[in-house]
């Protein structure tokens, strides 16, 4: 997914590397004018890489990241350039505004994301006066948190990590490279870029531990919450299930890394922990709705925030669609197995309908309705409804709303607009209950005739029930009280 994000971040239609973007030259402008008469200025991939003409680099070593927000970029260069130059060190920096938000968004790599700035200091005596040097000229600034490196003692900006500085690869069968180093001997090894600090084993940190600040030891997050395990991760926070020791509950948390960006608009962003507090506002808003997780609370956890909310037991549609009970794709010249799908699929309509019903009555409207934003219990057939971030009041304008959607779930004709409205939801709906049936959603915006429709009639001719094209045809033209009547009349048990 990570992987499948970058690709097609260039261009929306083909998958282009990160590296075609086309850039702009803010980052070179600021840099111009502290730039010495013997250094360089290149372009490569996604960087821009200043060095002293004839300058040459140690295959590897301990490599310093500085990390900024796309709003701070500009003084973190002016910052920490002239102390590159000073002590004669090549650096490099993310070539324009635009990649820098990409890299650290929620859609990038947790082992890549939050370095700006990449400094290679040739021996470690550079490497630890220029660290310090960078940590003084940047105490007042803060970026995100770089997962893959060691935080220098209290920067918020400035980290290090061992690894090459020259690019080595080893091609692999699928085609793509493995990045490498060389251990002592000379044996290359995989240059391991991990979301967590790690050492290869011969190598020793420069930099002792800082002591570790007194505090709660218990374990509990909040002097409250014990972690179970995790759920899921994006470069933006984890999504944790855990037991609430006060009442014995077991609970939801969900985490905002501060700096990371949620969303990625024109000319603004959202960062994880504001995105984090609309959810929590809007859950407020929605509370006693038994389709929607029960809030209990929000706090900060070192330099963390998390949210607290009931765990909801099932799964998300986008595995229930896959499930040998469920799927129907394979299996259309199964008359049985048309039944039990199709059984399950009413249940499934009516439910999500009346989800958004309850919402739409207390005057929201949810945004971003998928399969991954849809739990099923398959023991009891409670449906419910997660991830509130995107959710706002009717009528209220917000850019974030109405363009925080996976793709396929929006109308195209919506996809500018300024405001979301009730037509909106019950479109995902329809492109949510056609995705159960073919989950090629994300193609259709490539044909403008709609080919939903072509795939339905397809469906239908080979032996799907056309009450299924109809329910789904009246919720993507907005016709949700239509639908609901042809779902509550029809009886799929007696195909």
């Given at each position: 997914?990570?992987?499948?994000?970058?690709?097609?971040?260039?261009?929306?239609?083909?998958?282009e590397?990160?590296?075609?973007?086309?850039?702009?030259?803010?980052?070179?402008?600021v840099?111009?004018?502290?730039?010495?008469a013997?250094?360089?200025?290149?372009?490569?991939?996604?960087w821009?890489?200043?060095?002293?003409?004839?300058?040459?680099?140690?295959p590897?070593?301990?490599?310093?990241h500085?990390?900024?927000?796309?709003?701070?970029?500009?003084?973190?260069?002016?910052?920490?350039?002239?102390?590159?130059?000073r002590a004669g060190v090549?650096?490099?920096?993310?070539?324009?505004?635009?990649?820098?938000?990409?890299?650290?968004?929620?859609?990038y790599?947790?082992?890549?994301?939050?370095?700006?700035?990449?400094?290679?200091?040739?021996?470690?005596?550079?490497?630890l006066?220029?660290?310090?040097?960078?940590?003084?000229?940047?105490?007042?600034?803060?970026?995100p948190?770089?997962?893959s490196d060691k935080r220098?003692r209290d920067?918020k900006?400035?980290?290090?990590?061992y690894g090459?500085?020259?690019r080595?690869?080893?091609?692999?069968?699928d085609?793509?490279?493995?990045?490498?180093?060389?251990?002592p001997?000379?044996?290359?090894?995989?240059?391991?870029?991990?979301?967590?600090?790690?050492?290869p084993?011969w190598?020793k940190?420069?930099?002792?531990?800082e002591?570790?600040?007194e505090?709660?030891?218990?374990?509990l997050?909040?002097g409250?919450?014990q972690?179970?395990?995790?759920?899921a991760?994006?470069?933006?926070?984890?999504?944790?299930k855990?037991?609430?020791?006060?009442?014995?509950?077991?609970?939801?948390?969900?985490?905002?890394?501060?700096?990371?960006?949620?969303?990625l608009?024109?000319?603004?962003?959202?960062?994880?922990?504001?995105?984090?507090q609309?959810e929590?506002?809007?859950l407020?808003?929605?509370?006693?709705?038994?389709?929607?997780?029960?809030?209990?609370?929000?706090?900060?956890?070192?330099?963390?925030?998390?949210?607290?909310?009931?765990?909801?037991?099932?799964?998300?549609?986008?595995?229930?669609?896959?499930?040998?009970?469920?799927?129907?794709?394979t299996?259309?010249?199964?008359?049985?197995?048309v039944?039990?799908?199709?059984?399950?699929?009413?249940?499934?309509?009516?439910?999500?309908?009346?989800a958004?019903?309850?919402?739409?009555?207390?005057g929201?409207?949810?945004?971003?309705?998928?399969p991954?934003?849809?739990?099923?219990?398959?023991?009891?057939?409670a449906?419910?409804?997660?991830?509130?971030e995107?959710?706002?009041?009717?009528?209220?304008?917000?850019?974030f709303?109405?363009?925080?959607?996976?793709?396929?779930?929006r109308?195209?004709?919506?996809?500018l607009?300024?405001?979301?409205?009730?037509?909106?939801?019950f479109?995902?709906?329809?492109?949510?209950?056609y995705?159960l049936?073919?989950?090629?959603?994300?193609?259709l915006?490539?044909d403008?005739?709609?080919?939903?429709?072509?795939?339905?009639?397809?469906?239908?001719e080979?032996?799907?029930?056309?009450?299924?094209?109809?329910?789904?045809?009246?919720?993507l033209?907005g016709?949700?009280?239509?639908?609901?009547q042809?779902?509550?009349?029809?009886?799929?048990?007696?195909?």
């Amino acid at each position: 997914m990570e992987e499948f994000a970058s690709f097609t971040f260039s261009d929306p239609d083909y998958f282009e590397p990160l590296g075609r973007l086309p850039v702009r030259s803010v980052y070179p402008d600021v840099l111009a004018p502290l730039l010495p008469a013997d250094w360089k200025l290149s372009r490569f991939d996604v960087w821009f890489q200043a060095h002293r003409e004839r300058a040459t680099l140690p295959p590897q070593g301990f490599k310093i990241h500085v990390s900024s927000t796309a709003a701070q970029a500009p003084e973190v260069l002016r910052q920490v350039a002239p102390e590159c130059f000073r002590a004669g060190v090549t650096f490099k920096f993310v070539a324009d505004p635009v990649l820098l938000r990409f890299l650290n968004s929620k859609r990038y790599a947790r082992g890549g994301s939050g370095k700006f700035l990449t400094l290679y200091p040739p021996d470690e005596p550079t490497f630890l006066s220029l660290i310090e040097a960078l940590h003084q000229a940047t105490r007042t600034l803060e970026g995100p948190y770089i997962l893959s490196d060691k935080r220098y003692r209290d920067s918020k900006v400035v980290y290090y990590r061992y690894g090459g500085f020259v690019r080595m690869t080893r091609l692999k069968a699928d085609g793509t490279r493995t990045l490498l180093i060389h251990q002592p001997d000379g044996t290359a090894v995989p240059d391991v870029r991990t979301p967590y600090f790690q050492l290869p084993d011969w190598v020793k940190d420069p930099l002792p531990d800082e002591p570790e600040p007194e505090g709660d030891d218990s374990g509990l997050l909040n002097g409250r919450y014990q972690v179970l395990e995790a759920l899921a991760f994006t470069n933006s926070g984890g999504i944790y299930k855990a037991t609430d020791s006060r009442t014995g509950r077991t609970v939801c948390l969900k985490e905002a890394r501060p700096h990371t960006e949620t969303w990625l608009g024109e000319e603004r962003t959202v960062d994880a922990v504001t995105a984090l507090q609309w959810e929590h506002d809007n859950l407020q808003r929605l509370q006693g709705l038994p389709c929607v997780p029960q809030l209990i609370e929000r706090f900060q956890e070192w330099e963390h925030t998390f949210l607290v909310t009931s765990f909801e037991e099932g799964e998300p549609l986008a595995r229930v669609r896959v499930s040998e009970d469920f799927i129907l794709l394979t299996r259309m010249d199964d008359p049985r197995q048309v039944v039990r799908f199709c059984v399950a699929w009413r249940d499934v309509a009516l439910r999500l309908l009346d989800a958004v019903a309850s919402i739409h009555a207390r005057g929201m409207l949810v945004g971003d309705i998928s399969p991954g934003n849809v739990l099923l219990d398959r023991s009891t057939g409670a449906l419910k409804l997660i991830d509130f971030e995107t959710a706002q009041e009717m009528g209220t304008p917000s850019a974030f709303s109405v363009q925080w959607f996976n793709p396929g779930f929006r109308a195209p004709e919506r996809r500018l607009a300024a405001t979301l409205e009730p037509f909106d939801d019950f479109y995902a709906c329809g492109i949510l209950l056609y995705n159960l049936v073919c989950p090629t959603q994300n193609m259709l915006e490539l044909d403008p005739k709609h080919p939903v429709f072509r795939m339905l009639d397809a469906f239908v001719e080979a032996g799907l029930p056309i009450q299924v094209r109809s329910i789904i045809q009246a919720l993507l033209e907005g016709r949700a009280d239509a639908a609901r009547q042809e779902a509550e009349a029809w009886a799929p048990s007696n195909l």
